[in-house]
C-alpha cells in the first residue's frame, strides 16, 4: 500500500489491490480502461519508474507517503483483511457466528 499511497502524491489515482488470495505481498493489477490515451499510460509508466527508484534510494519517502494529502496516516489493514470484512448480509452473519467480527 505504501506505493499506492505515494502515487496519490503525483496526483495519480491509487490502484485497487489484486484479488485474495494473494500469492505476492501487496500485489496490484493494473487495468486501464479504454479512456486512457497512450500519454496518459506512459505518463503512468513514468511516474511509477520513479517510485521505484524511490523505492531503493529514499525508502523513507515511500514509507511516510502521502505527502500532499491532508489525511497522512490511512490504515488499511482492516480493510484489506478478507477474514474480517463482510461484503454480504449472509457472509456478515457467518463471521458474526465465527468470531471473527465483532459488532
Known sequence: MDVSKRLVD???EHYWQSHHPWIV???FTLEPTESYSKDDLDE???ILREVS???YEEPEMIKNAPHNMPIHN???DELNDFEKIAVT???L???IKAGTIKL
Open 44 to 46: 503512468y509508466a513514468t
Open 93 to 95: 452473519q457467518k463471521r
Open 89 to 91: 448480509y449472509r457472509q
Open 53 to 55: 527508484r524511490e523505492c
Open 25 to 27: 505481498p501487496e500485489p
Open 74 to 76: 490511512t490504515i488499511l
Open 10 to 12: 503525483f496526483g495519480m
